[in-house]
């Protein structure tokens, strides 16, 4: 089976939705960095970076065309016997989704919030994958998501607790902005 990245280039046809998604989205993100790095008072430059790896994993996952009729399915993917992560498809599932949950938790602070966020997406890509004539639905590649989604926050929380040490400041726990204390009185 061919990887999608060797399906994307070899089919032209692709290229001109892809590129239109991913320009409209990119072209959202930046009016959106502002707003959002203002809610969680974060780097807006990281924010940007953030909703832009966000834009490139919904330009290259999501279907360019739904099915109008014909039966759906998904592949139920058993670990370990049939799935591998040396499969180079698996191993961009994971690497994929690893910039977008490093950066969303440093923008947030909030690990959980970020891989429920990026999980959430996942399941909704494989969804519409489902109903793709094009595409199709696999339930390992939303467990290899999930895993570049757990992994690119658990490196987030590494270095910002790193950070804090640092600094002198105490670590980050999950869910709490680095500048309160924990009754919010900060």
Known sequence: ?????????????????????????????????????????????????????????????????LSSHG?????????????????????????????????????????????AGLAATSVSIEFAQLLSDRRDCNTADMIFNILGAVAGAGAAVVLLRRRSVRGGKRPVPDGSRPDQTPNGAG
């Open 1 to 65: 089976m061919p990887v999608p990245v060797e399906v994307f280039l070899s089919n032209r046809d692709l290229w001109a939705p892809v590129a239109c998604l991913l320009a409209i989205l990119a072209g959202l993100s930046f009016p959106l960095s502002a707003r959002t790095a203002a809610l969680f008072r974060a780097d807006r430059l990281t924010t940007l970076g953030s909703l832009l790896c966000l834009a490139v994993v919904a330009a290259f996952t999501l279907p360019t065309r």
């Open 71 to 115: 039966p759906v399915s998904c592949t139920v993917a058993g670990l370990p016997e049939t799935v591998s992560v040396t499969d180079p498809q698996n191993f961009l599932n994971v690497l994929l989704y690893v910039p977008p949950a490093f950066l969303g938790v440093l923008v947030t602070r909030r690990l959980s919030w970020v891989v």
